[in-house]
């Protein structure tokens, strides 16, 4: 693996690794651009295969938060962060108050919060080391409820795109992943008058959902296929693929998962198909909102207002992709791209 080509491959700042292996900690934190302010990213603790898949990982997603928070119009860079290891381990103090130093030695161009496989407790644990971790107790708490509402916002912009109305009463939207973030959004759905059909690998998380909000249910593998209007994943990342391509029947796909194309050639046959597609860092991007108003101390309220304006953000993509007839995957990084180089320009004339 050429780690300098890597880097000049998309732009990349900075990696940096940190061993400490009589804690059992081995970690990776990635700035993918901090021309915007400081890089942030969530901490995923994860059991990878290879310290080369861990590395591909942090880069890609680092990457993915620059485009998030420069579609999202906040004044941050992107950066990840990745704990190679078994995240259901007990023994977790000194695992991550080890990534604590590790963060802190960057001086605050990284600042981190809970991802995959970490949770606030465990940010607390980061927070003895170092001040550069949002998302913690007595912060914003937990960003689910906005990540959520953003979704929604984007699923109603989808709608107003493809049905010239954003209203879903009675639209048939099938939702992958019911974790916290894809409850919240079944509620919203529901209470505009939504049909839902949903499923998740949790027969817990679908029986909660199936009596408050009186979905019906499928089995996991059954949901690509099912005659919708949308399909919302909420789980896992690249499951637009080449299998799913095959038999998915569905005007729109809008969902909060990360990384839903498995390749970028997804987004071109979803355009070929005219399927429309709401990129997943633009309208997912209520989780950075939320941490970004506690950076900023914003109350609950204005956050969830700032996650509003993903249905404009949605609207001005497919204008743009429609105008010069590309995939909106592609215009949703032209407008990140954009932003990020006119501040660029700005920093050149003012520092």
């Not at 295969?49 to 993915?64: C, F, I, K, N, Y």
């Not at 970490?118 to 949002?134: A, P």
């Not at 939504?194 to 009596?211: K, Y």
């Not at 993509?317 to 660029?344: C, H, M, S, W, Y």
Request: net charge negative; proline share 3%.
């Amino acid at each position: 693996m050429k780690i300098f080509d890597l880097l000049a491959e998309e732009g990349h700042e900075q990696l940096v690794f940190w061993s400490e292996p009589e804690l059992g900690y081995r970690g990776i934190i990635a700035i993918h651009d901090s021309t915007l302010g400081p890089a942030l990213g969530g901490t995923r603790f994860w059991n990878y295969a290879s310290d080369e898949e861990a590395v591909t990982d942090v880069l890609r997603l680092a990457q993915g938060m620059t485009y998030k928070a420069a579609i999202a119009g906040v004044n941050l860079g992107g950066g990840k962060s990745v704990i190679i290891g078994d995240n259901r381990t007990r023994d977790r103090e000194m695992v991550f108050r080890a990534h604590g130093r590790a963060v802190e030695s960057l001086a605050g161009r990284y600042i981190t919060a809970e991802d995959v496989g970490t949770s606030v407790d465990d940010m607390e644990f980061v927070r003895m080391e170092t001040d550069s971790v949002v998302g913690i107790y007595g912060g914003s708490g937990d960003p689910s409820p906005v990540t959520a509402y953003g979704t929604y916002q984007g699923i109603r912009a989808c709608a107003e795109r493809a049905y010239g109305s954003p209203s879903l009463e009675g639209r048939h939207v099938t939702v992958q992943g019911l974790g916290n973030v894809g409850y919240h959004l079944c509620g919203f759905l529901a209470d505009e008058g939504a049909r839902l059909t949903v499923t998740d690998i949790d027969d817990g998380r679908v029986a909660r959902v199936r009596d408050d909000f009186g979905a019906q249910v499928v089995a996991p593998d059954e949901i690509y296929g099912l005659d919708a209007d949308i399909f919302a994943p909420c789980a896992l990342g690249a499951v637009v693929n080449d299998e799913t391509l095959k038999v998915l029947r569905v005007d729109i796909v809008a969902g909060a998962a990360n990384n839903q194309l498995a390749e970028p050639r997804h987004g071109q046959e979803l355009h070929s198909r005219k399927i429309l597609y709401a990129p997943d860092y633009v309208i997912n991007a209520g989780g950075l909102i939320n941490v970004y108003g506690e950076i900023h101390d914003w109350g609950a309220e204005r956050s969830k207002r700032k996650a509003e304006e993903i249905f404009k953000t949605l609207l001005r993509i497919f204008e743009l992709a429609g105008n010069e007839g590309v995939p909106t995957a592609v215009a949703a990084d032209r407008l990140a791209q954009e932003r990020v180089l006119k501040a660029r320009h700005l920093h050149r004339s003012y520092v």
